[in-house]
């Protein structure tokens, strides 16, 4: 009790310093906030995008149906793979006809079938990147009667790549704005330290516990911390909401993470004000 | 309640404050420590109450060895052992009720309890009337009492005094001193050091330790009635 009222004793005694290190800790959560905003925009995009990753194996004409029955169980074997579709050259033919209607004519003119038969091989939610796609394909292509196995590649290679670069985008920005909101928490308790000495060398004289002469800086920088995420969260809101009215739609973040970015900042406070606490609280 | 057994204390470059020093107050003494300026009386004082350590040998202080007491536990000493200074060291801005207040607060006394304590505490020293004054605007001789009040606040077994008279003048120094030997009378060791032979005098029946570029040269109760060796 007394180091919360000595916590907000401290916020008005000194607001503008309390406000300007909130104020960091919300510029520095506020970047996050807007990569994360942006992470998950793009995460929904890719999701939608990455379902159908999948791997089309085309068979020779000449295959047999007891070579492919082995292949498809082989296939399907595999830890990675949901599922495993054959289609037919009579169902390639009907599907074609189906999605792209302005050929149509030209199928049903044909006289022999010009489309492979294949197999179909869809991925497990979560092992839809680069390498499980090569892997079933390469195992795909040791089949002699398979003529090729393709899943668009490079395409693939680039969806991961984007998501990479936002992800070290935001930990690299992230953090960078984190260490300057630290030393500005860790100077602005040093003030408050250095402005109640005197009291602090009081308690240290008659017996105060070394806890209870620290819980309100640590509180102080927890309270300054949760601020700066409700700061944060208010900014990316905005842009949000401006993004969402003047250029595209956009969705909101769930507020799972919402909680954990405001949770972040109070818990970030307060471990800066640590940090900050051990070395000065000693030398009084 | 306090025992120094073969206790050194050397500063970086200064060489020994302190060099092979044995003493042991008893509970309920009243002792000076005397010497000339620089002979180590606030060394003293500072191992007793544990904000320094010595180099050498061990304190014991109410039941607390130097050697084994660790940095988070100081605290407890600090509760059993009051202490006084010659700069009264009370925290401007405040009411002479209000710093001994805040001693109870920071230690954890139940709130309701702290106005009246800390109120009888002023009562006891003898600055009832001033309670509510800020102590800035006390005498020397009153921000003094204050002290005491504010060290007598954790009812300790020990009060250390160094040179607390050092800054009053004689009608000062003479309650200040009546107030240590009430207080002593009720059971509590206290050990003081001043440099004020004149004072010394005036109590014949106190212990006197005297140390002499840091060592202890004289001490009443062995000169008295030497142990056997
Ligand atoms: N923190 C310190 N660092 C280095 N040397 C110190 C320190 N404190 C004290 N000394 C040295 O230790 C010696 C004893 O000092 P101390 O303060 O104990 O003397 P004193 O008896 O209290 O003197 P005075 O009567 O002037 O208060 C002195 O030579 C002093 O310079
Ligand atoms: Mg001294």
């Given amino acids: 009790m007394y180091a919360l009222r000595e916590a907000i ?30 992470a998950y925009n793009l995460q929904l995009a890719l999701s939608s995008v990455e379902e159908r990753v999948e791997v089309a194996v085309y068979l020779r004409d000449d295959a047999r149906q007891s070579e492919i029955d082995l292949l498809l169980t082989e296939l399907a074997a595999i830890p990675e793979v949901r599922s495993v579709r054959f289609i037919s050259k009579r169902d390639a033919m009907a599907r074609a006809q189906v999605e792209l209607p ?4 030209l199928f049903s003119d044909l006289e022999v079938n010009p489309l492979p038969q294949s197999l179909e091989v869809e991925l497990r939610p979560g092992s839809r990147n680069p390498e499980v796609v090569e892997r079933v394909s390469q195992s795909a292509l040791l089949y002699p009667f398979v003529e090729d196995a393709r899943y668009g590649r490079e395409w693939v290679d680039k969806l991961f790549t984007l998501r990479r670069i936002g992800a070290a985008t935001t930990a690299v920005l992230g953090s960078a704005f984190a260490l300057v909101a630290a030393l500005i928490i860790g100077t602005a308790l040093r003030i408050a330290i250095f402005a109640r000495r005197e009291e602090i060398y009081v308690m240290r004289l008659v017996g105060a516990t070394n806890g209870f002469i620290r819980r309100p800086f640590l509180l102080e920088g927890a309270m300054a911390g949760l601020l700066g995420g409700a700061i944060a969260w208010a900014l990316t809101y905005a842009t949000y909401r401006g993004v969402y009215a003047y250029l595209f739609e956009v969705a909101w973040m769930p507020d799972g993470w919402v909680a954990l970015g405001m949770l972040a900042g109070g818990l970030f406070g307060a471990f800066s004000s640590t940090l900050a606490i051990r070395r000065h609280l000693e030398a009084i | 309640m306090i025992k120094l057994t073969h206790v050194s204390k ?36 500072r191992l007793v109450h544990m904000s320094d350590r010595p180099t050498d040998g061990e304190v014991r202080v109410v039941g607390y060895s130097s050697e084994k007491v660790t940095q988070r536990h100081i605290w407890k000493i600090r509760r059993r052992v009051g ?3 010659q700069d009264f060291r009370l925290l401007p801005g405040r009411t002479a009720l209000e710093n001994v207040a805040f001693v109870l607060e920071v230690t954890g006394t139940p709130r309701s309890a702290i106005v009246p304590k800390a109120q009888r505490l002023l009562t006891q020293v003898g600055l009832s009337p001033k309670s509510g004054a800020y102590v800035n605007e006390l005498s020397g001789g009153e921000q003094q009492r204050v002290a005491i009040a504010r060290a007598l606040a954790n009812e300790p077994y020990v009060l250390l005094a160094d040179e607390p008279t050092g800054n009053l003048d004689d009608r000062a120094t003479r309650g200040v001193m009546d107030l240590f030997w009430d207080i002593n009378a009720k059971g509590m060791a206290v050990l003081m050091a001043t440099h004020d032979l004149e004072l010394i005098k005036r109590y014949p029946h106190a212990r006197v330790f005297e140390l002499d570029h840091g060592e202890l040269v004289y001490d009443s109760a062995e000169a008295e009635a030497p142990v056997e060796a």
């Fill in chain 2, 10 to 45: 050397e500063y970086p470059r200064r060489g020994y404050a302190l060099r092979d020093v044995s003493f042991h107050l008893k509970k309920g003494e009243f002792a000076f420590l005397t010497g000339h300026s620089g002979s180590g009386k606030s060394t003293t004082m």
């Fill in chain 2, 83 to 85: 202490f006084v200074f």
């Fill in chain 1, 9 to 38: 004793a401290a916020f008005r005694r000194a607001p503008v310093l309390t406000g300007l290190s909130s104020a960091m800790v919300g510029l520095a959560l506020y970047v996050v906030g807007l990569f994360g905003l942006a």
């Fill in chain 1, 102 to 105: 302005e050929f149509g004519e």
